[in-house]
C-alpha cells in the first residue's frame, strides 16, 4: 500500500456499529473520503488492486455478513449543504451524498423550503436515499420525487452530472441498482424545493412524526425488509385472494408486505437473535446478538410461506452485503 493511501485506510474495522441491525464482521479496509479527490484517488487505487469495494451511507438498508467484507468499505463526504436561488419561489438545494438525510431536511425546514418534510424519520445519508429511492409509502412520496439532479464518479473516474430522469426512479428503487459491481458513486445531489409557510411544513412533519412513532417498532432492524406488493402487476395471484384484501390496500394500488407475512402466522417468529417484529411483520428485530445468518433464514423462511399461500413472490427491499 502506497505511504498516502495508507494514511487514509483503516484496517479490520468492526462494521456493526455503523449500521442500524449491528450486525456484520470485519472491513479489511475502511475509508472516510474527506473530499472528491482523495475519495477518486483512493477508488483508483482499489480498482488497480483488483480490491471489491462499497459504498456505506448510514447502513440502514444493509444486511452485512457475520464474515464481514473482504474489501474496502467506503464513507462519500458529507459536509456540504448549500441553497441557491430558483425561479419564482423555487429553490435548488445541494447536499454531498454522505450527509444525514435527517439533516438536509432540518436544513431545508429551518428555511421554510417545502418538499423534503415527507422524509423526516428515515435514517440513513442522501446517498442511500438517491440509490432506493426511499420515502414514505402513506402518502407516496418518493426521493426521486424532489431530486433534479445529482453528481456522480462514474467506475472510469470520471465526475459527471445526470438529471432526474437518467435514475429511472420507481418503487424503492433506482438505476444505480443494476450496476452491481462496477460501482457509480453519487458525490452530491440537487433538490428543487418550494419556499412555503414553516409552520405549515412544520405541522406535516409531526403528523408523520407521530405516525412513524406509533407503526415503526423500536430495536435494531434495517427497515422494511420486503418491498410492497404493486397490485398492477400482480393481476393473476392477487384476484385469488382479493376478498380478504383490506380496502386501503386496493385504494392505493398495493399490498402491505407486512400483511402477507402476517397472514402466514409468522409475526413474532424468532430464529437464533433475530426475530420477526411483533409489531410490524415486516420488521426483522436483532432481539439478541442476532447473526445475519438468522436474519437469511427468517427471510427464506418468509418468502417460501408467502410463496405457499399467496403464489407471490417477496422481493427484498434491503440489500446483502454477504
Ligand atoms: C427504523 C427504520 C425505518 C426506516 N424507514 C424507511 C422509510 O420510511 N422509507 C424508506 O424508504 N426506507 C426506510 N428505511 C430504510 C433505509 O433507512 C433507507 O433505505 C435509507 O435511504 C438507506 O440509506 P443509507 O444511507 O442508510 O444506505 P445504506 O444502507 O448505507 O446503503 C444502501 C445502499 O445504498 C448504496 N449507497 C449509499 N450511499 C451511496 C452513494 N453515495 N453512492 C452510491 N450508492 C450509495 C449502498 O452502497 C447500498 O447499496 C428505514 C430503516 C430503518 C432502520
Given amino acids: 500500500m ?32 474527506q473530499n472528491k479527490k482523495e475519495l477518486k484517488k483512493v477508488i483508483n487505487w482499489a480498482q488497480k488492486q483488483n480490491i471489491p469495494y462499497f459504498i456505506l451511507g448510514g447502513g440502514s438498508n444493509i444486511l452485512v455478513s457475520d464474515k464481514g467484507f473482504d474489501g474496502l468499505l467506503i464513507k462519500v463526504p458529507a459536509k456540504d449543504i448549500k441553497v441557491k436561488k430558483g425561479r419564482g419561489a423555487l429553490r435548488i ?10 439533516k438536509l431536511i432540518a436544513f431545508s425546514v429551518k428555511r421554510g423550503l417545502s418538499g423534503l418534510e415527507y422524509f423526516i424519520g428515515i435514517p440513513g445519508t442522501v446517498g442511500g436515499a438517491i440509490y432506493g429511492n426511499a420515502g414514505w409509502p402513506r402518502n407516496q412520496k418518493s426521493i426521486g420525487d424532489v431530486m433534479v439532479g445529482a453528481t456522480l464518479l462514474m467506475p472510469n473516474g470520471q465526475i459527471t452530472k445526470k438529471r432526474a430522469d437518467w435514475f429511472k426512479f420507481v418503487y424503492r428503487s433506482s438505476k444505480l441498482k443494476n450496476f452491481g459491481s462496477k460501482k457509480i458513486i453519487i458525490l452530491s445531489a440537487e433538490f428543487q424545493l418550494r419556499a412555503g409557510d ?5 405541522q406535516t412533519q409531526e403528523e408523520i412524526l407521530s405516525v412513524r412513532k406509533r407503526g415503526i ?32 390496500f386496493i385504494k392505493r394500488g398495493s399490498i402491505s408486505a407486512g400483511w402477507l407475512i402476517d397472514q402466514c402466522g409468522l409475526r413474532g417468529y424468532k430464529i437464533g437473535g433475530a426475530q420477526i417484529s411483533k409489531q410490524h411483520a415486516n420488521f426483522i428485530i436483532n432481539v439478541d446478538k442476532a447473526k445475519a445468518c438468522d436474519v437469511q433464514s427468517l427471510i427464506e423462511i418468509v418468502q417460501r410461506q408467502v410463496k405457499k399461500k399467496f403464489d407471490i413472490n417477496l422481493s427484498l427491499e434491503i440489500e446483502y452485503l454477504l
Fill in 2 to 33: 502506497d505511504l498516502v493511501i495508507r494514511e487514509v485506510i483503516r484496517e479490520n474495522v468492526r462494521i456493526s456499529p455503523l449500521t442500524t441491525f449491528r450486525i456484520g464482521g470485519l472491513a479489511k479496509y475502511f475509508f472516510e473520503a
Fill in 198 to 202: 414553516k409552520n405549515e411544513i412544520l
Fill in 217 to 248: 417498532p423500536k430495536g435494531y432492524s434495517c427497515g422494511c425488509v420486503f418491498k410492497n406488493i404493486e397490485i398492477k402487476k400482480n393481476h393473476s395471484s392477487f384476484f385469488r385472494f382479493a376478498d380478504q384484501l383490506p380496502l386501503a
Fill in 93 to 102: 438545494v445541494k447536499a454531498e451524498a454522505g450527509v444525514l438525510l435527517s
